[in-house]
């Protein structure tokens, strides 16, 4: 092993003359060396601890124009690996030795950070292919071969180095070392923080509310959620040790000094590390994530890639969020089923094709929903998919615009000025809580109201009754719902009507299984009435109907 340590050493007449003056020759940088009780010459060799020879290079020259003189010296040992270390505390001892002098030193080369940094390349490449492993596997055999995207981006984020390959394998092979860490290890919750916003405004008191149900809204990692009662280790472990081999990985790749303290730090860290991780593949049969949140694992995974990809991932749920608050999930089956009929999951297309077919929305944003629909689930399930920068941002654009056409201004107002017309039939009220619209009308009774559009296709009004609202309004003294039809009029509804025809009224899941809401469908007048899915248990409205001014 042959190993060499350079140094540019300048001395300055201005700052130390006295060692400009005794120090003026190659001779005079030796003598100065030997006076240190470690070293001594030997037959024009360097020892050090009188144990390990070393050649020392010198030469030298003066800086034109200035008071200053440079030595270019060079320390080259030749011997075992293990002695190493001993070289390295000789080079030390050499530094110190000039720098205490007056000399200041500029790194020429150090073999002995290359020689580490060459020990530590295997260790990191090895426990960093061992995520890619464990990743590849995982989203594999639980979310399907589909998520892969065989083509990464062609331009990465901006904190890193923009890729130059010209082919690539998949996603995992173009995100970062820290970013594989952070797919196992960020926290996220499994539903919006707004629907949890939604349910304690909705609730009477934090007594009433039921703290099982908070279980999906909060942070947790995948390591959390799906290795961590397999492997005893938790994600806080994990990722701190994660950031810290991040660090080390840095400072290889930008060439700052690696020691053998670094070293043994990287074999350190590596083992905890490729312990847990290799407990984790062997145990991976065991795992299973739920069908309603392979979604969600997919998303997180390619909002890892890529900065680029992540906006637009984080940009599309707050749009889904705003479809489904637009909408009111107004999605209906295609068919009508006998009795008390579970629908499933939509998808945020499907919301949007019903919603055109119910002419709420026109051609063009149909079609922009579609297209930008179909990017999003190929940027998460396709296995040959090529994409890049101009496109994400093409379509991070038209996100934007739909956001916009899904928060139309005039129907809230809209909606507003009705149900404040249908307060005003009643004979007036107050607003007690504006979450759930519960009125105090002023003859003392408690109303809920709600609002719907009429739907031609369907030829009813529908409206959503979320349990956690309308259990709230209930405790809140509320006797009645009053369903305001657009700008026909209202029915006057009690609540135990409605509970009675919820027992058999259509109703949608969160992706989690929990009831989201219940569907109520009321047809025009002239023939006013609760449409029940069989027909059979329709409930006769006409009695109960307050048509506006207007339709009088």
Not at 160 to 176: M, N, P, Q, V
Not at 184 to 192: A, D, I, N, T
Not at 273 to 280: C, G, H, I, T
Not at 387 to 400: N, T
């Amino acid at each position: 092993m042959k190993l060499k340590s350079e140094y540019l050493i300048v001395i300055d007449k201005n700052t130390h003359s006295a060692f400009y003056n005794l120090c003026d020759s190659e001779d005079e940088l030796r003598r100065l060396i030997a006076k240190n009780d470690a070293f001594h010459f030997d037959d024009n060799r360097l020892f050090y601890s009188n144990e390990l020879p070393l050649v020392l290079n010198v030469s030298s020259g003066s800086i034109e124009g200035k008071d200053q003189r440079y030595f270019r010296a060079s320390l080259v040992f030749e011997g075992a690996d293990d002695r190493i270390e001993l070289y390295a505390k000789a080079v030390r001892t050499f530094r110190g030795a000039v720098s205490d002098a007056g000399g200041q030193l500029q790194t020429l080369s150090n073999d002995i950070s290359a020689y580490y940094s060459e020990k530590c390349y295997p260790v990191l490449h090895y426990v960093e292919n061992l995520m890619r492993k464990l990743l590849k596997f995982f989203m594999v055999t639980q979310v399907g071969k589909d998520w892969l995207v065989e083509a990464a981006p062609k331009d990465v984020k901006d904190a890193l180095t923009k890729s130059k390959r010209s082919e690539y394998g998949d996603a995992l092979y173009d995100l970062d070392f820290i970013h594989l860490g952070d797919f196992l290890f960020k926290s996220y919750p499994r539903r919006p923080l707004s629907d949890l916003v939604d349910a304690i405004d909705a609730a009477e008191s934090v007594e009433s509310l039921d703290v099982s149900d908070f279980e999906a809204f909060k942070p947790r990692s995948n390591w959390d959620r799906y290795f961590s009662e397999k492997v005893d280790c938790t994600d806080e472990y994990l990722k701190t040790r994660w950031e810290q081999l991040y660090d080390l990985r840095c400072k290889i790749a930008h060439n700052v000094v690696i020691s053998k303290a670094d070293y043994d730090q990287v074999l350190k860290l590596s083992a905890e590390v490729s312990e847990k991780l290799e407990s984790a593949f062997d145990k991976i049969d065991q795992i299973s994530i739920p069908a309603q949140e392979k979604e969600l694992v997919a998303e997180e995974l390619v909002s890892s890639v890529n900065a680029l990809s992540g906006e637009f991932i984080n940009l599309w749920r707050a749009f889904e969020q705003r479809l489904r608050f637009f909408a009111g999930e107004e999605a209906f089956d295609s068919t009508n089923g006998a009795g008390n009929r579970l629908r499933s999951y939509r998808t945020p297309y499907s919301i949007i094709k019903e919603l055109h077919e119910l002419g709420q929305i026109e051609d063009e944003t149909l079609k922009l929903g579609e297209e930008v629909s179909r990017f999003r689930n190929a940027l998460v399930h396709s296995g040959t998919f090529d994409y890049d920068e101009g496109q994400v941002r093409h379509y991070l654009s038209i996100l934007r615009g739909l956001q916009s056409a899904f928060s139309s201004k005039n129907e809230k107002s809209t909606t507003f000025d009705e149900i404040s017309n249908a307060v005003v039939r009643l004979g007036g009220g107050a607003l007690v809580n504006n979450r759930i619209k519960l009125y105090r009308l002023n003859d003392g009774r408690v109303v809920k109201l709600q609002y719907s559009r009429f739907h031609p296709q369907h030829q009813t009004y529908w409206y959503g009754i979320a349990p956690n609202s309308y259990n709230a309004a209930k405790r809140s003294g509320c006797s009645e719902i009053v369903f305001v039809m657009g700008d026909v009029g209202f029915v006057t509804v009690p609540t135990d009507d409605v509970d009675a025809f919820l027992e058999t009224a259509y109703v949608t899941n969160n992706p989690d299984g929990s009831l989201r809401h219940y569907h109520i469908y009321v047809t025009p007048p002239p023939d006013v009435k609760l449409k029940a899915p069989n027909h059979e248990n329709d409930v006769d409205l006409n009695a109960r109907f307050t048509a506006t001014e207007e339709a009088q």
